[in-house]
């Protein structure tokens, strides 16, 4: 097992907690499907509702990002933030995952949603508040990466077969990511990248079902496999002048 490093700053609560912290790192997505299974099969209304499913998919993607940064971003003591309190333009808003540079603020941010049961119900709510945050980080930060993993789950529950329309959420998302072109920066309500995560708990360890959001989005990428470098590969783009990232 790798040991921990210590925090970057004295101030923000950095990634990586002191040797001493508890928390087990997650490194690989496999294994943090699998963590996230057994943290929902234990208490599957404890594990949404208090937040301590996804939080095991914060942690895999804050880790991802920190493996990313590369010795200049190093040397300006760039740090990983897990619930970053960042205003936005219209409230302040708690960023799942960022990556701020002390002096100049967010660089990359990542919001992260799973959505485990009523779809049907809350998907369009969601879908508007999302795109909402959206507009309100990008009114304050419209050079900053911006990004979102949303998960569900192959079917509602643990026993039945599939009902959720996951084609028709697919084309959803990948309609909300792209933000690209010279005019990007007076973009509004669309994410640099998006994943959009369909995963089978029926079984264990659970299967990731990107086969059926590539058929939904032939000529869209949403896998959280190429998420980050995604991500930072939009970020390298816009700013070729810093040598932040791998």
């Known amino acids: 097992m790798t040991p921990e490093k210590a925090?970057?700053?004295?101030?923000?609560?950095?990634?990586?907690?002191?040797?001493?912290?508890?928390?087990p790192p997650v490194l690989t997505l496999d294994g943090t499907l699998s963590e996230m299974h057994t943290v929902y099969l234990a208490n599957p209304t404890k594990a949404v509702?208090?937040?301590?499913?996804i939080k095991v998919l914060?942690?895999?993607?804050?880790?991802?990002?920190?493996?990313?940064?590369a010795g200049e971003g190093k040397k300006r003591k760039i740090f990983i933030k897990l619930e970053a309190h960042i205003f936005g333009s219209h409230k302040p808003k708690n960023v799942d995952v960022a990556v701020i540079d002390p002096e100049n603020g967010p660089l990359i941010m990542v919001g992260v949603r799973s959505q485990m049961s009523s779809i049907g119900n809350n998907a369009l709510t969601y879908y508007q508040d999302i795109i909402g945050e959206c507009i309100s980080i990008q009114d304050r930060f419209p050079m900053a990466v911006?990004?979102?993993?949303?998960?569900m789950p192959l079917a509602e529950s643990l026993g039945k077969k599939s009902s959720i329309d996951h084609a028709r959420y697919t084309k959803m998302y990948a309609a909300i990511s792209g933000r690209s072109g010279q005019d990007y920066k007076s973009i509004r309500g669309v994410y640099d990248q998006f994943a959009y995560?369909?995963?089978?708990?029926?079984?264990?360890?659970?299967?990731?079902?990107?086969?059926?959001?590539?058929a939904a989005v032939p000529n869209t990428d949403l896998s959280l496999a190429t998420f980050i470098d995604r991500m930072v590969e939009t970020f390298k783009e816009r700013h070729l002048f810093l040598d932040f990232f791998l």
């Open 7 to 23: 925090p970057i700053t004295g101030k923000a609560t950095a990634l990586v907690a002191p040797a001493a912290a508890v928390r």
């Open 49 to 53: 509702r208090g937040q301590g499913f």
């Open 58 to 69: 914060h942690r895999y993607l804050a880790n991802a990002l920190e493996e990313r940064i």
């Open 146 to 151: 911006i990004g979102y993993v949303y998960l």
């Open 197 to 214: 995560l369909v995963v089978d708990f029926r079984q264990n360890p659970p299967v990731l079902q990107d086969g059926l959001v590539a």
